[in-house]
């Protein structure tokens, strides 16, 4: 992993980094600051780490991302003949589930664009402000 973290610095994806990085801390964290050789790299293992990701309140969409960062690096090694595939990611989570839609709708938009709330002016600033913030995002986007 730390050779796959130099790899992102010189290439200078730094997105990639992070979150590479990120998973690694929690790996290590899980395995309570040590680093472990990957003939100790089972399923078992993977399945115990998935099992303390979801008790540490993760959605199965974070632990679906870890996993699948240490299964990139985990082929990486495999493809650089620095260990054997024993598929240990076979019976862990790597799939993405459908997330709730957090959108307002445009009828939501258009109710709190045209409200009247001359009777309380710290809710009539709120609205301006959204006001200004929605027509900044569209003359953006335009």
Not at 15 to 27: G, H, I, M, S, V
Not at 93 to 112: M, Q
């Amino acid at each position: 992993m730390v050779d796959v973290l130099q790899g992102m610095i010189a290439a200078d994806k730094r997105r990639c980094y992070e979150t590479y990085l990120t998973t690694l801390n929690n790996f290590k964290r899980f395995l309570q600051g040590g680093d472990i050789e990957f003939e100790r790299f089972d399923s078992m293992r993977l399945l115990s780490y998935q099992a303390w990701l979801i008790r540490s309140g993760l959605t199965l969409n974070t632990v679906s991302f870890y996993m699948r960062i240490l299964r990139a690096v985990y082929n990486r090694a495999v493809d650089r003949n620095i260990t054997v595939q024993t598929f240990p990611f076979k019976h862990v989570y790597t799939g993405i589930e459908k997330t709730v839609k957090r959108a307002v709708s445009l009828n939501k938009i258009r109710e709190i664009y045209s409200l009247d709330l001359s009777h309380d002016p710290k809710l009539e600033y709120a609205r301006d402000m959204f006001r200004g913030c929605l027509i900044t995002s569209v003359n953006a986007t335009t």
